[in-house]
């Protein structure tokens, strides 16, 4: 009921940035929770930054605590993902996700939609 389509990504040297977009589309935007997840070659998909659906609330993995917010535009059904300061280690591909509740946005598994993700790649 919700399609989510990430951009943005792409080729960047370290210390630079880039701002992701996840574009939504369906249902209601704004009673959602959004999260951005990534996922490095060979290893676990992670949470990195999730906001809740009034923009209030927000988490940030500690790797990326000072470099990276998470925002949103409910007028526009668009959550971004500004990353600063990007590192080498920041390298992944990167998915935003919708969730229900604020609750559920905490945990992967509890996720309801998903995008099909956007790659960014920072060369050191």
């Known amino acids: 009921q919700v399609q989510l389509v990430e951009s943005g990504g792409g080729l960047v040297q370290a210390g630079d940035s880039l701002r992701l977009s996840c574009a939504a589309s369906?249902?209601?935007?704004?009673?959602?929770?959004m999260g951005w997840f990534r996922q490095a070659p060979g290893k676990e998909r992670d949470l990195v930054a999730a906001i809740s659906g009034g923009g209030t609330i927000t988490y940030y993995v500690d790797s990326v605590e000072g470099r990276f917010t998470i925002s949103r535009d409910n007028a526009k059904s668009t959550v971004y993902l500004q990353m600063n300061n990007l590192k080498a280690d920041d390298t992944a591909v990167y998915y935003c996700?919708?969730?229900?509740?604020?609750?559920?946005?905490?945990?992967?598994?509890?996720?309801?939609?998903w995008g099909q993700g956007t790659q960014v790649t920072v060369s050191s």
């Open positions: 369906g249902r209601t935007f704004s009673p959602y929770s």
């Open positions: 996700a919708a969730a229900r509740t604020w609750k559920a946005a905490r945990v992967e598994g509890l996720y309801d939609y």
